[in-house]
């Protein structure tokens, strides 16, 4: 009978893509609501820290105030990323950097696909400092919790690189990106001087990290405010240990070369899912 095949005039086929049509709208707001809510919450949980620490920082003494700080970090971005994961959209793989989280006096060197690398490792280590552009580290958003934590502000060259390779060797882990900004030519930009004397002056190991992901997402040239295609992917691995005993100039173009020979430091275009990402 013409009653069995349809439903209120439509047939099966049309309900279906009806219903289809809807979810994917349902989807995309979703995603839309997870995407600035997300970035809502990370700036909600960055100023509460910072005016929390701003308060914090002239009672403390240094010894007592860098680790609280740097725990204080890395708790608030663990617990940034588990809201992001538990959403379903961002997929993370960042187990390879507990391996690290009981060593001192070590340089870590990760390219630096975008801005949310930094969060990514200091979610899992609390016991390191990072440099950061001097107008970050003065931003009412970051800078209270940067200045308590003992990271170094970049725009004092020498004394940078003194603060940094002093930091190391007094057994802190020091993040350093090579590249000294976000790649803008991958897999990774030229790497920078300066990388290479902290790493000489503090004479102490370089731990090399690679950071891989799917997405363009807060690269280089990415709007802040654009959504990106989802899932996120993040996988960040462990690769080999470095230590200075060429001339820095040697030894830059050695690790460079190191970088660029990774398959990994690329867009991995939806190759997460098919390895269970």
Known sequence: ???????????????????????????????????????????????????????????????????????????????????????????LDLDGLDALRQERSLIIAPNHPSLIDVGLIASRLPNFVCIMKASLWDNPLLGGGARLAGYIRNDAPREMIHLAATAAREGRQLLIFPEGTRTLTPPVNGFKGGFGLIAKKAGVPVQTVFIETNSPFLGKVWPLLKKPDFPLVYRVRLGQRFEVKSDVKTFIAELEQYFRQQPGIRNLAREGDSQGL
């Open 1 to 91: 009978m013409p009653h069995s095949r349809t439903i209120m005039g439509r047939t099966p086929a049309a309900i279906r893509s009806n219903l289809k049509r809807i979810g994917a709208v349902l989807e995309h707001i979703y995603e839309y609501i997870v995407f600035y809510g997300g970035l809502f919450l990370f700036a909600l949980i960055s100023l509460a820290w910072s005016l929390i620490a701003a308060v914090l920082a002239p009672f403390l003494p240094r010894r007592i105030a860098a680790p609280f700080g740097q725990l204080a970090i890395m708790l608030g971005f663990r617990f940034y990323l588990a809201v992001l994961k538990m959403t379903g959209l961002v997929r």
